[in-house]
C-alpha cells in the first residue's frame, strides 16, 4: 500500500516562511490536499490539486508538487498558524486514499 | 451551510460493537461519497475507507476490512460507521469527512465535529 512522509516537526519565526513536505509514490499520480488541525479540533481543508485555497483559508497557505514531493508553504506564517499540519493523496492503484504521519508546527 | 453532525462520545468494552453517526444537512446528500477518518489519542489521522453516494459501494482500507461496516440512509441524509470486535488499539476519535473531486483530484471539506469511542473493560 501507498505511504506518504512527513517530517514530524518544524518552527518558524514570526512572519517568516515554512514549507512542509510530503513524500510518496502516489503523489506522482494525484495532486495531494491538505489539512490543518489545532489540538480539540476536527482537521480544516486549507489546500487542495495544484494549489486552490478554500473560501477562507488566507492567500499565505500555497500548495505545490513535483514528481512525488509535494509542499506545503506558509508565506508570513501567524501565531494562528502553529497546529498539525496533514498531507492526504489517493492511491490509484485500489482506490484507498493515505495521510501522511503529520508535521507539527511551531511559530516562534 | 454544509454541516456534518455526529453522534456523542461512547463507551465500550472489549469485543463490543460500536456505531457512529454523521447526519449531514446544506447539501444534496447523494452527490458526495463520504469518508471515515480515525485518529487515536496523540496520533495521526488514519484513513478508514469510503461509501458511494447511492451507499451501495463501499471501499474499506484493509486494516478495518473485516469490522468495519459503512452504510448511509438517504432518506435521513445519514450515514453510519459501524465498527466490530472492539479492542483498546480502537480507541480514538472518529470522523466523518465529505468527498470532493474534480480535475484537481480529490478532498475533504468539512469534516464532522468527531465522536469519541472509548474501549476500556
Known amino acids: 500500500s501507498s505511504e506518504l512522509t512527513q517530517d514530524p516537526a518544524v518552527s518558524v519565526a514570526l512572519g517568516q516562511t515554512v514549507r512542509i513536505t510530503c513524500q510518496g509514490d502516489s503523489l506522482r499520480s494525484n495532486y495531494p490536499s491538505w489539512y490543518q488541525q489545532k489540538p480539540g479540533q476536527a482537521p480544516v481543508l486549507v489546500n487542495y490539486?495544484?494549489?486552490n485555497r478554500p473560501s477562507g483559508i488566507p492567500d499565505r497557505f500555497s500548495g505545490s508538487s513535483s514528481g512525488n514531493t509535494a509542499s506545503l508553504t506558509i508565506t508570513g506564517a501567524q501565531a494562528e498558524d502553529e497546529a498539525d499540519y496533514y498531507c492526504?493523496?489517493?492511491?490509484?492503484?485500489?482506490?484507498?486514499?493515505?495521510f501522511g504521519g503529520g508535521t507539527k508546527v511551531t511559530v516562534l | 451551510q454544509v454541516q456534518l453532525v455526529q453522534s456523542g462520545a461512547e463507551v465500550k468494552k472489549p469485543g463490543a460493537s460500536v456505531k457512529v453517526s454523521c447526519k449531514t444537512s446544506?447539501?444534496?446528500?447523494?452527490?458526495?461519497?463520504m469518508h471515515w477518518v480515525r485518529q487515536a489519542p496523540g496520533q495521526g489521522l488514519e484513513w478508514m475507507g469510503v461509501i458511494n453516494p447511492s451507499g451501495d459501494s463501499k471501499n474499506y482500507a484493509q486494516k478495518f476490512q473485516d469490522r468495519v461496516t459503512m452504510t448511509r440512509d438517504t432518506s435521513t441524509s445519514t450515514d453510519y460507521l459501524e465498527v466490530s470486535s472492539l479492542r483498546s488499539e480502537d480507541t480514538a476519535v472518529y470522523y466523518c469527512?465529505?468527498?470532493?473531486?474534480?480535475?484537481?483530484?480529490?478532498?475533504?471539506?468539512?469534516w464532522g465535529q468527531g465522536t469519541l469511542v472509548t474501549v476500556s473493560s
Open positions: 490539486g495544484k494549489n
Open positions: 469527512a465529505r468527498d470532493h473531486s474534480d480535475s484537481s483530484g480529490w478532498w475533504f471539506d468539512p
Open positions: 446544506g447539501y444534496t446528500f447523494t452527490r458526495n461519497y
Open positions: 492526504n493523496s489517493r492511491d490509484s492503484s485500489n482506490n484507498h486514499w493515505v
